[in-house]
């Protein structure tokens, strides 16, 4: 079996110095030159956070998704604004279209709310938004981390919604594996949910939550669900690929989503194929919810062997 550590595999490529020849000074002076102060504050050390600045001239800010482990073009990008009250930005990607079809996502509360920019705030390779005081946040899609698991968790408490641990990753952070609907033992059926095995598929986290809130309702068929099937939900596989922003997908040498062979690469996965192991249960849907390609808006079931 082949390991690799977790942070061998999260590690971007080595960056190539533009300067090896500059002295010290020198290549402060660069940097100054390319943020300067009064510019505003552009990050990613966010939950979910991604971005490379490259550097920022007067309005306009080049930047670029970090692609770190996935060798080939993906579009997360995720980053966090401040000290650009009254500016009005132009955000110019250096590697490509990283635009969905309602362009991006903005917060301007710190990631608690958040709304579309809409596809008139792009231009080709660029966006345009303006910025208000505080935390604002931009991202190709609307974030989902484990905090916005946890806050869920904490407005479904239920006799009907059990919490466990799936693992405690390398990193320390919890895989969490949920149990909703009947889950005293007697279940007729049995639904396993899993997403999150590429990690940027942010928007696939919503698509859990309805389903979970739908064996909860207080309906005829949540009703029906609570009596008969036990939905088992893991609803971030690649948890720390998730907190940490990464692409996931295609994720070098394979992503988490093809990782169920022989061999398994991936701690996740691993403790997902041994809790079924050690405790066989019959299983008669089993969903791994996705995302489409970038601005892809059709609905793909992809069926197993
Ligand atoms: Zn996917």
């Not at 899609?141 to 799936?166: G, K």
Request: aromatic share 10%.
């Amino acid at each position: 079996m082949i390991e690799i550590s977790s942070d061998k595999r999260r590690a971007s490529p080595p960056l190539l110095s533009p300067f090896p020849l500059l002295p010290p000074v020198q290549l402060l002076l660069f940097f100054a030159a390319t943020a300067c102060a009064g510019d505003p504050q552009i990050d990613a050390d966010i939950p979910g956070g991604n971005i490379v600045v490259e550097r920022i001239e007067g309005n306009d800010v080049w930047v670029h998704q970090d692609q770190r482990d996935t060798p080939r073009f993906w579009f997360w990008w995720h980053l966090r604004v401040q000290g650009a009250a009254g500016r009005t930005l132009t955000f110019h990607f250096t590697q490509g279209n990283v635009f969905g079809t309602r362009g991006p996502a903005v917060s301007r509360d710190g990631g608690k709310t958040w709304d579309w920019l809409g596809v008139e705030a792009c231009d080709g390779d660029a966006f345009t938004c303006e910025f208000a005081d505080g935390d604002t946040r931009v991202a190709f899609a609307i974030p989902y981390t484990p905090a916005n698991l946890d806050q869920w968790l904490r407005t479904h408490d239920s006799q009907y919604l059990v919490r466990e641990s799936l693992l405690q990753t390398d990193e320390q952070r919890n895989v969490d594996l949920l149990r909703v609907g009947c889950v005293d033992g007697s279940a007729q059926r049995r639904v396993l949910i899993t997403a999150r095995h590429h990690a940027c598929e942010s928007l696939a986290s919503y698509v859990v939550e309805g389903l979970m809130e739908g064996w909860l309702a207080l309906d005829d068929d949540g009703a029906w669900l609570r009596e008969n099937v036990e939905l088992v939900v893991v609803p971030i596989m690649d948890v720390d690929g998730v907190e940490d922003g990464d692409q996931g997908k295609l994720r070098a040498p394979h992503d988490h989503w093809l990782d169920y062979g022989d061999g398994s690469l991936y701690e996740e996965v691993r403790a997902l194929k041994q809790r079924f192991q050690d405790n066989p249960q019959p299983v008669d849907v089993a969903l791994d919810i996705h995302c489409p390609s970038i601005r892809d808006e059709k609905l793909y079931f992809a069926l197993g062997p």
